[in-house]
Each structure stands twice: as C-alpha cells, then as structure tokens.
C-alpha cells in the first residue's frame, strides 16, 4: 500500500467513472452469455457433423445392386400410388 500515490481513503471518484463501470460490467455479462451460447452452437454443430458422418459410411455401404433395385422399387411403387391418387382424385393435384 505504501507504494500508491495517493491512499485509496483520499481518492476522488467521479459518476462517470462508476457510470462506465457498469457499462463495462454489463458487456462482460453479455460476452460471458455470448461465450456460452456459442460453445452450446458448436457442440450442436458437431453432433450434426457427426451425424452426417455416419449418414455418409451408412450410404457407402448401400452401394450394390441389392440397394440399387430396393430403392428403384420403392420409388417406382411410391409413383404407382401416386398415380392411382390422382386418377381417382384423392390429393391436392388438380
């Protein structure tokens, strides 16, 4: 303490000084919430990253003729229905 200029009894503290303190304490709480809400951001990025990982390996995997003629199968059976909805009118297809 004896190092100080002046002893902290005999300071002069103005409003201005205690105005911009609250300023400033109010931004740190708002970086602090920032902070927080972009470390729960990335965390959702990454399990989506992941996620799509996994989708990437699954589809690598489906290659083949088997999952060729599964997929081929179900679009052409979903475009049946389809046209059996539209010829009888059920849809919103005019």
Request: glycine share 12%.
């Amino acid at each position: 303490m004896s190092d100080l200029p002046i002893p902290p009894d005999q300071y002069v503290t103005r409003p201005e000084f205690l105005a911009m303190r609250d300023d400033v304490k109010q931004i740190e709480k708002d970086m602090a919430i920032a902070n927080v809400r972009q470390e729960a951001a990335q965390t959702d990025l990454n399990g989506i990253k992941t996620g799509l990982n996994d989708i990437k390996g699954e589809l690598k995997t489906m290659r083949g003729w088997r999952q060729f003629l599964l997929t081929g199968g179900i679009g052409v059976g979903w475009g049946v229905f389809q046209g059996i909805c539209h010829y009888f009118g059920f849809g919103s297809a005019p």
